[in-house]
């Protein structure tokens, strides 16, 4: 049976430290560090993880700014905001909650964020600079699954690596943080020939697809090490709907040598990751080195 890797309790603990060095930081600086997040319109999964991100923020000692914009607001209104938060000294991190209604174009208004504040690294700037290997800031979901994968492993040189997606979101930036730590990777997808083939190969196994337990446990290498980031609600019996992953955990769990669940696996991580991230932009910003042991 694999051994359950409980990303919960290292997202906790990463939370702590960084509230550890969020409070050196103030300390030192004289002010805490700030993270703005900007919610459009009224979706309700968005409105649940705008509220999280600003408890978690406040909870490790830093300054939460919070800006909720009806529906209906324009996109060069929202490009505005984004410029104003760009040159208040007090935010170090900008986040703008996606999806956005139709009449915005995502790409445009993320490409407005500053690049030194772009906690998501999901600018072009930000982008460039994982794939040419250079420092940035780095999406805070494959961030996660590669300390999650590091805490497991230790060093993952060597190893092969399978990505199933390719989002920009987690799928690429994940092979390019597995890259970086000289894994041998190959990008999947739905559209994979004999896809089942390929995660064969895979010591480390990163699924990032969105489809609901679509990876069987007999498509594993016995003891892979598997990261679920898949999110999909399903039916049960009752009508109501339950959580799973991209892997079928119950047939998975019997091969792989460490999995992680759904819920409780990488879930908890990206929040975690996104408080490290807009610390890491403090200290950039007020010209002092990155925080240890984060």
């Known amino acids: 049976m694999a051994e359950i890797i409980d990303g919960k309790a290292f997202a906790e603990g990463l939370r702590n430290r960084v509230a550890q060095a969020a409070g050196a930081f103030s300390d030192k600086i004289g002010r805490k560090a700030g993270l703005a997040v900007v919610l459009v319109g009224e979706d309700p999964a968005s409105q649940i993880y705008v509220r999280s991100k600003r408890e978690k923020t406040v909870e ?40 956005l209604p139709d009449q915005i174009d995502e790409k445009v208004v ?13 600018t072009f ?15 805070c979901t494959p961030l996660g699954c590669l300390m999650l ?13 399978v990505v199933i997606g390719r989002s920009n979101i987690v799928g690429k930036p994940m092979a390019q943080l597995l890259l970086r730590e000289s894994c041998t990777v190959t990008i999947a997808h739905s559209r994979t020939r004999n896809l089942p083939d390929v995660v064969r190969r895979a010591d ?11 990876v069987k446990g007999d498509w594993l290498k016995p003891g892979a090490t598997v990261i679920d980031v898949g999110m999909n609600r399903i039916p049960r019996e009752d009508g ?3 959580l799973v992953g991209d892997v079928e955990f119950a047939t998975a769990a019997q091969v792989a040598g460490a999995i992680t669940p759904v819920p409780g696996g990488v ?27 984060l």
């Open 110 to 122: 993320t490409n407005t964020i500053n690049p030194a504040k772009d906690v998501d690294g999901f």
């Open 240 to 242: 109501k709907t339950r």
């Open 267 to 293: 879930g908890p991580m990206t929040i975690a990751v996104l408080l490290r991230n807009c610390l890491v932009a403090a200290h950039a910003r007020a010209g002092l080195p990155p925080p240890v042991d």
């Open 125 to 139: 700037i930000n982008v460039g600079k994982l794939a040419a290997g250079e420092q940035g800031m780095v999406p």
């Open 149 to 161: 994968l590091k805490d497991r492993l230790g060093e993952l040189s060597g190893l092969d690596a």
């Open 60 to 99: 490790a000692g830093m300054e939460s700014f919070h800006h909720e914009l009806p529906a209906s607001t324009s996109q060069a209104e929202l490009i505005a905001l984004v410029e104003r938060l760009n040159a208040d000294d007090a935010v170090d991190g900008i986040l703008v909650q996606v999806p």
């Open 204 to 214: 480390i196994l990163v699924a990032a697809v969105g489809r609901p337990e679509m």
